[in-house]
T-cell receptor, first 112, second 115 residues
Framework: GDSVTQTEGLVTLTEGLPVMLNCTYQ???????LFWYVQHLNESPRLLLK?????KRTEHQGFHATLHKSSSSFHLQKSSAQLSDSALYYC??????????FGQGTKLSIKP | EAAVTQSPRSKVAVTGGKVTLSCHQT?????MYWYRQDTGHGLRLIHY???????EKGDIPDGYKASRPSQENFSLILELASLSQTAVYFC??????????????FGEGSRLIVV
């Protein structure tokens, strides 16, 4: 079946450094929709960005990601980390009408 | 703004007891979902529903039942709560739409501790 893999459970960075959170997926569908959700402490997950188009950069709130179907990847990046970026980040794929499958999540911790 | 509300927000249950988690949405969304969140496992789909009076099994349905009596309400039922069901549970809703990229709106979460 379909799956989403986030290899890093915890990423710790110093403020101002670039952020890259990895996400790869496996799917039988030729046109998957990929998402990044962010969950701040004591809050519920909310959509950060999403993409359906191959090789097109998607940006929102300073973060960006590009869906690469050739490598089945949808990595999340930001040029300069801020303290407020500390949160739990989930990569997800819509693998069947109405169903999303989530990765294990990556906790991003930004230090001053 | 989308609105999904869950109750109770926190509950301590006894092993073997019955637990009902309730979810109410005012988004007029057709699709509703129950996920559980565990450290290291992310968010895993338990049950979901496309329409009132119908539910579908998700990826980890064992030990859980679901009920969708109306478009607005979706409940998760643990008939015999077990220690392994200690987790945070999230309800969510979304538009079906024509595509599959519609946003999932989550409730605040329900923290369940089974003792």
């Amino acid at each position: 079946g379909d799956s989403v893999t986030q290899t890093e459970g915890l990423v710790t960075l110093t403020e101002g450094l670039p952020v890259m959170l990895n996400c790869t997926y496996q799917t039988i569908y030729s046109n998957p929709f990929l998402f990044w959700y962010v969950q701040h402490l004591n809050e519920s997950p909310r959509l950060l960005l999403k993409s359906f188009t191959d090789n097109k950069r998607t940006e929102h709130q300073g973060f960006h990601a590009t869906l690469h179907k050739s490598s089945s990847s949808f990595h999340l990046q930001k040029s300069s980390a801020q303290l407020s970026d500390s949160a739990l980040y989930y990569c997800a794929e819509n693998y069947n009408q109405g169903k999303l499958i989530f990765g294990q999540g990556t906790k991003l911790s930004i230090k001053p | 703004e989308a609105a999904v509300t869950q109750s109770p927000r926190s509950k301590v249950a006894v092993t073997g007891g019955k637990v009902t988690l309730s979810c109410h949405q005012t988004n007029n969304h057709d699709y509703m979902y129950w996920y559980r969140q565990d450290t290291g496992h992310g968010l895993r789909l338990i049950h979901y529903s496309y329409v009132a009076d119908s539910t579908e099994k998700g990826d980890i349905p064992d030990g859980y039942k679901a009920s969708r009596p109306s478009q607005e309400n979706f409940s998760l039922i643990l008939e015999l709560a077990s220690l392994s069901q200690t987790a945070v549970y999230f309800c969510a809703s979304r538009w079906p739409g024509q595509g599959t990229g519609n946003t999932l709106y989550f409730g605040e979460g329900s923290r369940l501790i089974v003792v």
